[in-house]
């Protein structure tokens, strides 16, 4: 005879119910099928690109092979007319000069300075944090706002002359003088954007662990060997992103020219950039102006694509 539970149902009946819940508990999941996102999603963020970008990109190297003039519908095809001109223009070979010198100025000193800034800063003292933010905050200035300050601030009459003459030291000019002015938009840009090679460098030293230090150290390591054998190979990343931040903002430059010198004095700190907008606004060479635009382009992508090879395999060989 079966004997029932309290409530009135057969214990078998019990048994048999918490046997099957064991075997469902016990069987696997079933693995559920890996299904890739249907590609059709990024068709209307494709179409926006190409619109935006692609076409008109496309567009504008085809006008670089013609005598377009900006306006006119009827232009010709020319061929390499513009750019065997460019070779044979002393405007164009000179901006493409102190392109490459502003540049790699640029990226030298400011990324110098806003390392030496970033181990400054990078320490146990009070005033660290007001530090970092006061260093930092030009490069949260508009650029051409700055240019415009130190545009006032480096004139004839302005503050950094004044001051010279206080100490009985004779002003110059230091925008208007053409082995003067190139050095001076490196000034203001390693000015402002030192701070953000800082922030980006400081990143880097936090996230090395103090124990590491502190081993070092106790082996008798001086701060020179320290840095060179252990910070340099730990910043690897951050000098990366610092050298290809630099370096394509440098060639790229336009905004502090144009608001600090225009160019000038006469071609002396044209950049392609300022070229670009002369050719093409000025003169109404709109075909010539592309070329230059093709010619930087090229110019960006082969530094860039170059520096960035190197300085990953320096990264993979330091780590």
Do not use: C
Not at 159 to 184: Q, Y
Not at 263 to 286: C, N, Q, V
């Amino acid at each position: 005879m079966k004997r029932f539970s309290k409530v009135g149902f057969p214990v078998t009946l019990d048994l048999q119910q918490r046997r099957s819940r064991r075997v469902v508990a016990a069987a696997p999941p079933r693995r559920r099928a890996h299904a890739a996102p249907p590609w059709w999603f990024t068709v209307p963020a494709l179409l926006l690109f190409a619109f935006v970008v692609l076409v008109p990109s496309a567009r504008g190297v085809y006008y670089a092979f013609t005598d377009w003039d900006g306006l006119d519908p009827q232009f010709a095809f020319i061929g390499l007319d513009n750019f065997t001109a460019m070779a044979d223009d002393p405007d164009a070979l000179g901006a493409i000069w102190h392109t490459l010198l502003i540049a790699v100025a640029i990226t030298v000193i400011q990324n110098g300075i806003g390392l030496l800034l970033a181990l400054g800063v990078n320490t146990t003292i009070k005033s660290r944090n007001f530090l970092r933010v006061l260093l930092f905050a030009p490069a949260v200035v508009t650029p051409i706002v700055t240019a415009y300050l130190w545009r006032n601030l480096l004139g004839p009459d302005g503050a950094v002359n004044s001051l010279l003459g206080v100490f009985g030291v004779e002003g110059k000019n230091w925008l208007g003088d053409p082995g003067l002015a190139l050095w001076m938009i490196v000034l203001v840009v390693v000015w402002q954007f030192a701070g953000y090679s800082m922030v980006i460098f400081l990143a880097g030293l936090q996230s090395i662990p103090r124990e590491i230090y502190e081993a070092a150290a106790i082996d008798g390591s001086g701060p020179v060997r320290r840095f060179w054998s252990i910070v340099r190979p730990l910043l690897a990343p951050a000098i990366t992103i610092n050298l290809m931040l630099s370096i394509i903002g440098g060639i790229k430059l336009f905004d502090q020219v144009y608001a600090l010198t225009g160019g000038g004095p006469g071609h002396a700190t044209d950049t392609i950039s300022t070229l670009i907008y002369k050719d093409a606004f000025t003169l109404g060479e709109f075909g010539y102006s592309i070329a230059l635009a093709v010619v930087l382009t090229a110019i960006v992508a082969v530094i860039s694509a170059g520096q960035y090879t190197v300085l990953s395999r320096n990264e993979k060989a330091a780590s």
